[in-house]
């Protein structure tokens, strides 16, 4: 194997939550790391006003066009009901804004 084969970039896609209007933003990048310090600091424009901000969720890839796929796929409204059914614990946990709640109606 050769040298090049064994560095491996990973490619993030990942899901916060906003503690300030309790929405979620997803994105995606290669050194998810930095990118966390750079939507907690503010240096991240689409979510500078949104801080606090908390990692609820994150998948990996190997191929870029695959992240971004996945990103695209999850902001559409299939792809994001989907999500909302996967982390529905932690989305009631943390008074998700647009949860639908389920009531008990007489039958």
Do not use: C
Request: net charge positive; no cysteine.
């Amino acid at each position: 194997m050769s040298e090049a084969q064994l560095r491996t970039i990973v490619y993030y896609l990942y899901v916060l939550f906003s503690k300030k209007d309790r929405e979620l933003y997803t994105g995606y990048t290669n050194d998810l790391e930095n990118r966390l310090k750079e939507h907690k600091t503010g240096k991240a424009r689409a979510t500078m006003f949104r801080r606090p901000l908390l990692l609820i969720y994150y998948e990996a890839y190997l191929r870029w066009s695959d992240a971004k796929r996945r990103e695209k796929f999850l902001k559409g409204g299939n792809g994001r009901a989907q999500l909302k059914i996967q982390l529905q614990d932690i989305l009631k946990d943390l008074d998700y804004k647009h949860q639908r709640l389920k009531r008990l109606l007489p039958r």
